[in-house]
């Protein structure tokens, strides 16, 4: 069984542009949430999935991060524009009903210059 | 969210066993208790979790003391392999399933 995909797996921008984050959860998978940790920091949750509906999204830190999951597949985690405090890992997990267990995708390391 | 208190480092010695403690003396009533590690350039993945009971699976065993304040991993056996930050974390029983991160203890295996 395939475990949770994250593409790409580095990203380095320019302040002020833009980047999408793509994680792909174990096939059948409803719940998936989005993680981060910024540097120095602990890793911090951002937001949580329910199929497409966002089941919790109270640690996203400002409008200029937006999530999406049509089609309750995979999901998109897009930051417009960058900010030089953005860089971090960017990790996606995903658990089946009643989400006792996550599983964790590898990370997307994000440097913003 | 609920707050553990963990050792930031912990030595071992290969092939001998370990135990990570975990205080957690606000625990509510629903709170399981998850250990999550993470392995260096790689995400957090799931050791064990449980409620009131011990729980033992092929990675590891969870003791849970009886007032459920504390806490403690088991590796029975450490390897090399066993390296990592160890996470504990308390996570609501219902719908939130969120996990709250801490700084973890940093474990260190030695040949």
């Known amino acids: 069984e395939a475990g949770v995909t994250q593409f790409p797996s580095h990203s380095v921008i320019e302040k002020g542009q833009t980047v999408t984050l793509r994680c792909d959860p174990i096939s059948g998978h409803d719940n998936l949430y989005w993680y981060r940790r910024v540097m120095g920091k602990e890793i911090k949750f951002l937001l949580h999935f329910v199929k497409e509906s966002k089941q919790d999204e109270s640690g996203m830190p400002n409008n200029r991060f937006l999530a999406e999951r049509t089609g309750g597949t995979y999901s998109t985690l897009k930051v417009q524009p960058a900010e030089l405090e953005d860089s971090g890992v960017y990790f996606c997990?995903?658990?089946?009903?009643?989400?006792?267990?996550?599983?964790f995708g590898p990370g997307t390391r994000l440097l913003v210059l | 969210d609920a707050k553990t208190t963990q050792p930031n480092s912990m030595e071992s010695n290969e092939e001998e066993p370990v135990h990570l403690p975990c205080n957690h003396s606000t625990i509510s009533g629903t709170d399981y208790i998850h250990w999550y590690r993470q392995l260096p350039s790689q995400g957090p993945e799931y050791v064990i979790h449980?409620?009131?009971s011990n729980v033992n699976n092929r990675m590891a065993s969870l003791a849970i003391a009886e007032d459920r304040k504390s806490s403690t991993l088991i590796l029975h056996r450490a390897t090399l392999r066993d390296a990592a930050v160890y996470y504990c974390i308390l996570r609501d029983g219902g719908s939130n399933y969120k996990l709250t991160f801490g700084k973890g203890t940093l474990l260190t295996v030695n040949p």
């Open positions: 997990a995903s658990s089946n009903t009643g989400g006792e267990t996550q599983y």
């Open positions: 449980g409620l009131t």
